[in-house]
Every structure is written in C-alpha cells, then in structure tokens.
C-alpha cells in the first residue's frame, strides 16, 4: 500500500464538479440584512391547500421510514392524470428527477443540450454526472425547435427543456414539441419539464404527457412546488416508458420523499379548487402586470410574454436592472436577479397579490421617471 507523506495532501474534486456554479437561490433579504416580501422564487403568494396543511399537520411516526415508493402518492397522481402509477416515479423535488435524468443516461464524454436562458440546474445536473452541457441559442428569450435541433450531435443522450420556461416565462405549443420530439434521434432522452404547467389552461397542454406515454425516449417532470405551494417540503414526480421509470428508481434515494410530504401532497391533489384559485388569480396579475410595464415601454421596459407565475422584465433604457432591484429592496420587494445566467439586463418578479403587483409596477414607475 501506498501512503502519500505529503503533508498538504488532500481529497481532491472532480474538474467536473469543480466547474460546477453552486445553484443561487432567491433571496428573501436586502443587503442590509432587512427582510423583504420574496418574490424571487416563484411560490405561490396563496401559500397551499387548507387541506394540505391539516395533512401536514397530523404527522405520523417521525421514528418511521417513509414508503420508499410513495404507493399512494403515485397511484393519486396517476388518477388525477390518467397515468399507470407503474409509470410513475417520485423525487426529492424535480430537481432529484432531473438530475437522475441526466446521471442515467448521460456520462463523460455525452452531451446535454438546453437552451439558451432555461433552468440553470440543467447545467448543473449535465456536470455532476461528467457530461458537457450543451446551450443551443434562444429565438428571442423564448426556446428555438431549430437551433436545439441543430445542435444535436452523435453524442447528444439528453435534451431539456422547460414549458413554461424559466426563467423566461416563455411557452412552445403542443407543435413545436413534436417537432422538436420528432427531429430527435430515438437514442436521445428528451425531458420536459412541465413545473409550471399547472399554470396553463386546458387548451394550452404542450402535449408532453401524450409524448411521454406513446414513446420510449419523453420523460414528463411535474412539482409540488409552485401551483401547489408545497416548496418547504420538497416532492416532485416523473413520467414515462417503464424502462426510463427503471433506470430513475435504480439511482434515486430510496427514501426520497417523506411521509408528511407524501401525505401533504395526497391532499393537495384532493383540492383542485386550490389548484383553480391559483391559477386564475395568478393569470390575472400576471396580465395586469404585463400591461403596466407593456405602459413603460417608453422608458425601455419590456415583459417577456409568460405563461407562468412569473414574469421577466428587461431594462433596455436609462433604468438598470441592477437599479431597479435596488429600487425594489428599497421598496421592500426581493426580485430575480440573473447575470450569471447571461441576463444582467433583466429582473424575473413572481408574480404575487394585485397590492404587490401594483405596488412593484409603482416602483419601477416611479425609478424610470426618475432617470429619465
Ligand atoms: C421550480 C422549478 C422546478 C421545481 O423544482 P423542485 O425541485 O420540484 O422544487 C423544476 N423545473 C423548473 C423549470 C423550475 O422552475
């Protein structure tokens, strides 16, 4: 045996990992320590289900593992969407399902491929597992079908992509995800991750889940964490061919979702007038906002079109986003910002109640008249 005498000898990171960016959350204080309304994680301003928090609340044996296979969190899921519960598998968060994603079927020396301003732990998840992260560019902040097509290559194994995205807001139609599904090789996994689907009407069902069912390469990934409002306790699920459910259940924590979450997000799923609420009050603000900063045109402001609890705004006149954040802080707001994500010119604002809206508008209002 070997024994290195080298005192300054250490373990050392893997250079993949070492190019890893820790994931930055939102914030909920300002510089100076003060604590501010958080608008910078997209949770739902309506908090969660009543019935939630009582299923929460009635807790269970803490000194008992959990149901590995969240059974009867699948199977309510699977009746609520009309899936195979066999084809369901659930996650610490979707960020464990992502990340499994890519760690299943993607290695050193493949490729992931997203697009250009989407979800950072895309990234993330393609480094931890050896991979190189591929970025195909945007059309206009929103997801391209052409250039995430062009970009494919023999060692492509996975291509993400978010509907709605974020952290753009932006929406592909059911279309332009067959098309994308289409142009793919049949070897390369394609992810949608759908966390804020929950947000979109009816007439607007990008058609993931039909992909997912029909075909051996479409992973769905769902959330409890937005509509829901179950962020805190950190469920997500997935959907697809048994062979891809398989491979996540292979390397997935075998107790990955607790039992009070198992249990909150049971309940959840039982009031979808919850789920209803949120929805129309968030498509409401949303629009009401999109039309405020739509009327600081003129000073440079622009909304990107969302079909999320979000919405991202852009700073191409006098005012900054770096001083329409301080302008929020001040006002008491805790935005997005992103400028390691390649948009220092732009704020991403969650969307919460009218008064906040109203108020966040007056504010950037009142920021813009001010340098101009
Ligand atoms: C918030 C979010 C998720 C969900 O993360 P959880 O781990 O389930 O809390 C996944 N994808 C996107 C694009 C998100 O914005």
């Known amino acids: 045996m070997t024994q290195s005498n080298d005192s300054s000898a250490r373990p050392t990171m893997k250079p993949w990992i070492e190019a890893i960016h820790a994931y930055v959350p939102g914030k909920s204080k300002g510089s100076d320590g003060r604590e501010l309304t958080k608008l910078s994680a997209n949770e739902n301003p309506l908090g969660c289900s009543a019935q939630a928090l009582a299923a929460l609340g009635k807790g269970g044996d803490p000194a008992r593992y959990p149901d590995p296979d969240a059974t009867a969190l699948r199977e309510a899921i699977a009746q609520l969407h009309g899936l195979d519960a066999a084809r369901i598998v659930c996650g610490t968060g979707s960020d464990e399902l992502l ?187 949303r629009d009401r906002f999109a039309e405020a900063i739509a009327a600081l045109g003129n000073h440079g402001l622009r909304a990107v079109p969302s079909k999320a609890n979000f919405v991202l705004v852009l700073f191409e006149g006098a005012l900054t986003a770096e001083m329409a954040l301080g302008a929020l802080a001040e006002g008491g707001y805790a935005v997005r910002h992103l400028p390691g994500q390649g948009l220092p010119h732009a704020l991403r604002i969650t969307v919460g109640t009218r008064q906040q809206m109203d108020d966040i508008a007056r504010i950037l209002r009142d920021a813009a008249r001010a340098v101009s």
């Open 99 to 285: 990340n499994l994603a890519a760690q299943g079927f993607a290695g050193p020396g493949d490729e992931v491929l997203y697009a250009r301003f989407s979800f950072v732990v895309y990234e993330i998840a393609a480094r931890r597992c050896g991979a190189t992260p591929v970025e195909a560019p945007d059309a206009d902040y929103a997801t391209d079908v052409d250039a995430l097509l062009a970009a494919v290559t023999e060692r492509t194994r996975v291509v993400f992509l978010a509907n709605p995205n974020n952290p753009t807001g932006t929406y592909l139609p059911r279309a332009e995800i067959e098309r994308l599904h289409a142009g793919l090789p049949a070897n390369v996994l394609l992810v949608v991750d759908q966390a804020y689907g929950e947000y979109l009407d009816e007439a607007e069902d990008d058609g993931g889940m039909a992909l997912a069912a029909a075909h051996d390469n479409v992973l769905v990934t769902r959330t409890f964490s937005k509509i829901y409002g179950l962020a805190g306790e950190r469920i997500g699920w997935a959907t697809g061919a048994p062979h891809l459910i398989d491979t996540l259940n292979r390397i997935r924590g075998p107790f990955n979702v607790t039992t009070s979450g198992q249990r909150a997000a049971i309940a959840a799923l039982g009031d979808q007038g919850f789920v209803e609420l949120s929805r129309k009050a968030n498509g409401e603000e």
